[in-house]
């Protein structure tokens, strides 16, 4: 009988170290050994072979996963690279156990992000982001007209990404402030695509993933309730998990 091998990143990712893009990223660096030996791209790891990142033993996942729900103040940085950026949702944290984000939120905005150690969760969330919703509320420099809402719902080529963005919902809630649900995550998105329409991003506060609602001041993170989580697995339910949540058992509040 052949032996069971598993690619390096999924070892890393079900070993609730970091998500497969994390690991790769790691991988390429050099930072991952197997057996003492720094591994090529790809490579498989055997039954019995010991796997470090920065020197440190990563064994097999022996406790349930954890999922949270955080509200990112401004200023905190969603990277796991605590000795890069001293301002890291990591520290900011400093929860018992070693998690990471779900996508990101950019250093000036605010709002909902999820954290997990169940690297393949974030794969499915991050491999479906195209089709699950995001809801923002955004405020900006000048008064919103009505070609600017038509123009942000009806998408944007963004020249510098060489990418058109998705059409989305756009509601004006004032003068200044508008919200928007977006399909897509690209990169610094919705305010590029203010700063196309010669509009200046004041605030943005993501509100919203997919079914889970941000219910939290800022700087507080709260476990999933085991309702929201049999929901978003559900939402992106291409595969059956292997491993329970971590969850509350709670009255939702909204």
């Given at each position: 009988?052949?032996?069971?091998?598993?690619?390096?990143?999924?070892?890393?990712?079900?070993?609730?170290?970091?998500?497969?893009?994390?690991?790769?990223?790691?991988?390429?660096?050099?930072?991952?050994?197997?057996?003492?030996?720094?591994?090529?791209?790809?490579?498989?790891?055997?039954?019995?072979?010991?796997?470090?990142?920065?020197?440190?033993?990563?064994?097999?996942?022996?406790?349930?996963?954890?999922?949270?729900?955080?509200?990112?103040?401004?200023?905190?940085?969603?990277?796991?690279?605590?000795?890069?950026?001293?301002?890291?949702?990591?520290?900011?944290?400093?929860?018992?156990?070693?998690?990471?984000?779900?996508g990101?939120?950019?250093?000036?905005?605010?709002?909902?992000?999820?954290?997990?150690?169940?690297?393949?969760?974030?794969?499915?969330?991050?491999?479906?982001?195209?089709?699950?919703?995001?809801?923002?509320?955004?405020?900006?420099?000048?008064?919103?007209?009505?070609?600017?809402?038509?123009?942000?719902?009806?998408?944007?080529?963004?020249?510098?990404?060489?990418?058109?963005?998705?059409k989305?919902?756009?509601?004006?809630?004032?003068?200044?402030?508008?919200?928007?649900?977006?399909?897509?995550?690209?990169?610094?998105?919705?305010?590029?695509?203010?700063?196309?329409?010669?509009?200046?991003?004041?605030?943005?506060?993501?509100?919203?993933?997919?079914?889970?609602?941000?219910?939290?001041?800022?700087?507080?993170?709260?476990?999933?309730?085991?309702?929201?989580?049999?929901?978003?697995?559900?939402?992106?339910?291409?595969?059956?998990?292997?491993?329970?949540p971590?969850?509350?058992?709670?009255?939702?509040?909204?």
């Open positions: 009988m052949s032996e069971n091998l598993t690619r390096l990143n999924k070892y890393l990712s079900e070993a609730g170290y970091c998500s497969r893009r994390a690991a790769d990223r790691l991988i390429e660096a050099g930072r991952v050994t197997i057996n003492d030996v720094v591994p090529e791209m790809g490579t498989k790891v055997a039954s019995g072979d010991v796997v470090k990142v920065d020197g440190e033993i990563i064994g097999e996942r022996q406790q349930d996963f954890v999922y949270l729900a955080f509200n990112k103040p401004v200023g905190i940085v969603c990277t796991t690279d605590t000795r890069v950026e001293k301002d890291n949702i990591i520290d900011y944290i400093n929860y018992p156990k070693r998690i990471f984000p779900i990101r939120l950019d250093k000036p905005s605010e709002g909902l992000i999820l954290l997990t150690d169940d690297g393949d969760i974030v794969n499915k969330i991050l491999r479906a982001s195209n089709n699950h919703e995001k809801d923002y509320l955004v405020t900006v420099d000048i008064p919103i007209s009505q070609t600017f809402i038509e123009r942000m719902s009806g998408g944007i080529y963004l020249e510098d990404l060489g990418k058109r963005t998705k989305c919902k756009v509601k004006k809630i004032d003068k200044f402030t508008f919200s928007i649900i977006l399909t897509q995550g690209l990169n610094r998105q919705i305010r590029r695509m203010c700063e196309y329409l010669n509009y200046e991003v004041q605030t943005l506060k993501r509100v919203r993933i997919m079914n889970i609602k941000l219910d939290i001041s800022s700087g507080q993170h709260r476990e999933l309730t085991k309702a929201e989580f049999e929901e978003l697995n559900t939402l992106i339910s291409d595969s059956v998990k292997t491993f329970q971590k969850t509350i058992d709670r009255t939702n509040k909204f």
